[in-house]
């Protein structure tokens, strides 16, 4: 099946981890459990004391249970019944009438946002990792589990194999800029990563390092079409996919398809634009029309309104970012230890993410843009929160690693530290309490 002896290597690997994280959210809940609440953020509490997810039906089904939490709720709920699906909270109880508002797609409001008062969290979250846990579902609803098991069951699916993907991808980078000893490394160090966990949940990062990874390689290897089409399906994942527009549509200019060379007189004449130059433009920034065309349906309008008033994130929230990571950096230093616990992991992400970009910039800088972009926004989107998981997106993080870990001391001394860090978030997760 595979050529390549180290492709067969990264599937063993992945194959043993798929079976692992599977054996452990059962294996430490027989043996440990912890003592709500969780203190770590200042609204934690409230929302890990005992029986504070008995409400909320998409987090209670017992089949792959630990697999499931926090956002999970969501995910499941559009796959089983769409984005107004009952169960999730609503923001906005005021908007509704009797009367659905026409349009044609996306622009139509749906008739169920109109009839039911309010705006469902549910739209703050991408629809194509739900899309393909509905499509998955259909086939695994032969093993007759009811819709929220089988939703669950494949969303695991699908997260573990665009983890798979992407560790083909970093393998390709690394090897290429490295050896395939780092490949290798590389692969394996997005598996281990304090966040990695994040992986094998009911949460989009499997998919979207899959799709990102990949759209990446194909760019590289002159595929811009595919890489256009894998960017389009990330960019409906998270919205931090769309800015795999800005290395496609540098791979484009870098052609300079409309610029010819006088090789004896060393002068650049301007040949026109011909239709094959548009269109290829128009190919590279894809993703930048499709997310434009969903943010200005009703869709992304209610995307908006969500993460606002709700998560209270925003693009570029400079002022909130600043407060809120100053706080978060105090925390490490006073007396409340699962906070100083939780922005130390916190801060550990952002430190190597912008690190890992900023020296990946010579050696790699379609991946070093792509991957600064991704923690730079997300870093800045307002809330101290989360940043260790989103830095998996940010290919730069495990190549840095990589190269680092070609020295046996740190190979083993990263791997130590990070696969405890990683254990202690896993175990918070599978319990409910905060784990970013």
Not at 190 to 213: C, H, Q, R
Not at 257 to 272: A, C, F, K, S, T
Not at 280 to 285: C, D, F, K, S
Request: charged share 10%.
């Amino acid at each position: 099946m595979f050529r390549n002896p180290n492709h067969r290597t990264i599937f063993g690997i992945w194959l043993g981890w798929a079976i692992i994280m599977l054996a452990y959210h059962v294996f430490l809940p027989a043996r440990y459990t912890i003592q709500p609440p969780d203190r770590a953020l200042d609204w934690t509490a409230t929302e890990t004391m005992p029986g504070s997810q008995n409400g909320k039906i998409y987090l209670n089904e017992p089949f792959l249970n630990r697999h499931v939490s926090w956002d999970s709720e969501y995910y499941l709920a559009i796959a089983v019944g769409g984005y107004e699906a009952p169960g999730p909270a609503r923001i906005r109880g005021e908007v509704g009438n009797a009367t659905a508002t026409t349009g044609y797609w996306p622009f139509v409001i749906p008739p169920q946002a109109v009839v039911i008062p309010g705006i469902s969290l549910s739209y703050a979250f991408f629809p194509f990792y739900p899309m393909m846990m509905r499509l998955l579902a259909l086939p695994l609803s032969l093993f007759g589990l009811n819709a929220i098991a089988t939703a669950t069951l494949a969303g695991v699916i699908v997260s573990m194999l665009g983890t798979l993907a992407a560790m083909f991808a970093l393998y390709e980078f690394a090897s290429v800029e490295m050896d395939e000893a780092s490949g290798v490394r590389a692969a394996f160090y997005m598996l281990i990563f304090p966040s990695g966990f994040f992986l094998a949940e009911i949460y989009t990062e499997g998919l979207f390092v899959g799709l990102a990874f990949s759209s990446l390689l194909l760019l590289r290897r002159g595929y811009r079409g595919w890489a256009a089409v894998i960017a389009i399906l990330a960019t409906f994942t998270r919205a931090a996919g769309v800015v795999l527009a800005i290395p496609l549509i540098i791979s484009w200019i870098k052609e300079a398809e409309w610029l010819e060379l006088d090789m004896e007189w060393n002068q650049i004449y301007y040949r026109g634009v011909p239709w094959r130059i548009v269109a290829n433009g128009l190919i590279a920034a894809s993703p930048l029309f499709a997310f434009f065309l969903w943010r200005i349906s009703y869709y992304g309008l209610a995307f908006s309104l969500v993460e606002e008033e709700f998560f209270g994130r925003g693009l570029l929230s400079f002022g909130v970012t600043f407060i809120t990571w100053s706080d978060g950096l105090r925390a490490i230093f006073e007396s409340n230890p699962q906070a100083a616990a939780y922005y130390f992991v916190e801060w550990l992400g952002v430190i190597i993410g912008f690190t890992a970009c900023i020296v990946g910039f010579k050696k790699h800088p379609d991946l070093a843009i792509f991957g600064f972009l991704v923690v730079f926004l997300s870093f800045t989107s307002g809330p101290a929160q989360g940043i260790y998981r989103y830095v998996l997106a940010a290919p730069p993080v495990f190549l840095f690693l990589s190269r680092l870990g070609r020295n046996p001391i740190f190979d083993r001394v990263w791997t130590i530290a990070s696969m405890l860090i990683m254990s202690i978030m896993c175990a918070m997760y599978m319990f409910n309490m905060w784990s970013g």
